[in-house]
């Protein structure tokens, strides 16, 4: 499904960028903000261009009305070959490829740190795309859904690959077995959210942490996210490996020579992202 000519990827999915601070926006209140192959698009190469743009420092997700997003639109009807014939084996597992993968990929891999703030619902691939992200914070009237058993699916959008490594896999099993709603307390109790605030805050919440990290070394914390992630792939050598890797890479940044030289100054570091 496309969006609508009243819905233009644009209006669907704002973007700004305030104080080194890219906000992404999901705009379709009205269905829950589930995500169409147009929003989605949108949505890559919004990630894409942060990670290029040396006035981002920060990208904060979140999206308007009571929901942050019910997962992937699906009012398109039946999936089709791409003859627009009936599927064929091959087709689903292309499209996951395509699709829903791409999106949390390009969260994953984004140079720049991504906050999740949550505002309401997060179903199917909306709680993929949250968790994906850096750091969440979450609204007191979020919930989070592991939806797909109770439509008779797996989970796709990387739900079997990110839950077992932020919480462990009996309670990832729990959440995609029962598929059960999970309060945004729950959810920080058990690891998926950093922080839980009042509705009224969360957008203040965000904007706070945004702009610390964007006033931060960038190439430093952009290393630090690689290092994390990969660590969680690799045995202790290859981690070791990949971090005096990144320490030699980052050391000839501006930013690491003016952290240092202020140190040494005892002054405040002003960091410009090089």
């Given at each position: 499904?496309t969006?609508?000519?009243?819905?233009?990827?644009e209006?669907v999915v704002?973007?700004?960028t305030?104080?080194?601070?890219?906000?992404i926006t999901?705009?379709?209140?009205a269905a829950?903000?589930a995500?169409?192959?147009?929003?989605?698009?949108?949505l890559?190469s919004?990630l894409?261009?942060a990670?290029?743009?040396?006035?981002?420092g920060?990208?904060?997700?979140t999206?308007?009305?009571?929901?942050f997003?019910?997962?992937a639109?699906?009012?398109?009807g039946?999936?089709?070959?791409p003859?627009?014939?009936?599927?064929?084996?091959?087709?689903v597992?292309r499209?996951?490829?395509?699709g829903?993968?791409?999106?949390?990929a390009a969260?994953?891999d984004?140079e720049?740190?991504?906050i999740?703030?949550?505002?309401?619902?997060?179903?199917?691939?909306g709680?993929?795309?949250?968790?994906?992200c850096?750091?969440?914070?979450a609204?007191?009237?979020?919930r989070?859904?592991?939806?797909f058993?109770?439509r008779?699916?797996?989970?796709?959008?990387g739900?079997?690959y990110?839950l077992?490594?932020?919480?462990?896999p009996?309670?990832?099993?729990e959440?995609?077995?029962?598929?059960?709603?999970?309060?945004?307390?729950?959810?920080?109790?058990i690891?998926?959210?950093n922080?839980?605030?009042?509705?009224?805050e969360?957008?203040?919440?965000?904007?706070e942490?945004?702009?610390r990290?964007?006033?931060?070394?960038?190439?430093a914390?952009?290393?630090?996210?690689?290092?994390?992630?990969?660590?969680l792939?690799a045995?202790?050598?290859a981690?070791?490996?990949?971090?005096?890797?990144?320490q030699?890479?980052?050391m000839?940044?501006?930013d690491a020579?003016e952290g240092?030289r202020?140190?040494?100054?005892?002054?405040?570091?002003?960091?410009?992202?090089?």
């Open positions: 499904m969006s609508s000519p009243e819905e233009s990827p209006s704002r973007h700004a305030d104080n080194g601070v890219a906000w999901l705009n379709r209140p829950m903000n995500i169409t192959p147009d929003q989605r698009e949108r890559i919004l894409d261009d990670s290029a743009d040396p006035a981002v920060a990208v904060v997700i999206a308007t009305g009571k929901g997003c019910a997962g639109d699906l009012r398109g039946a999936r089709t070959g003859g627009g014939d009936e599927r064929v084996a091959g087709d597992a499209l996951i490829r395509r829903a993968q791409r999106l949390i969260v994953l984004c720049k740190p991504v999740a703030a949550v505002n309401g619902t997060a179903a199917g691939l709680a993929h795309l949250a968790f994906a850096d750091l969440v914070i609204a007191e009237s979020a989070f859904i592991e939806v058993v109770r008779g699916l797996v989970p796709d959008g739900g079997g990110l077992p490594r932020l919480i462990g009996q309670r990832a099993k959440l995609l077995f029962f598929g059960d709603s999970l309060s945004a307390a729950e959810a920080e109790r690891g998926l959210a922080r839980v605030v009042p509705d009224g969360l957008a203040k919440t965000a904007r942490w945004a702009e990290l964007a006033a931060g070394p960038t190439r914390i952009a290393l630090t996210k690689q290092l994390v992630n990969g660590s792939e045995d202790r050598a981690a070791f490996a990949a971090e005096a890797a990144a030699e890479i980052n000839t940044t501006a020579q240092v202020a140190f040494a100054e005892r002054r405040a570091p002003e960091y410009r992202g090089r």
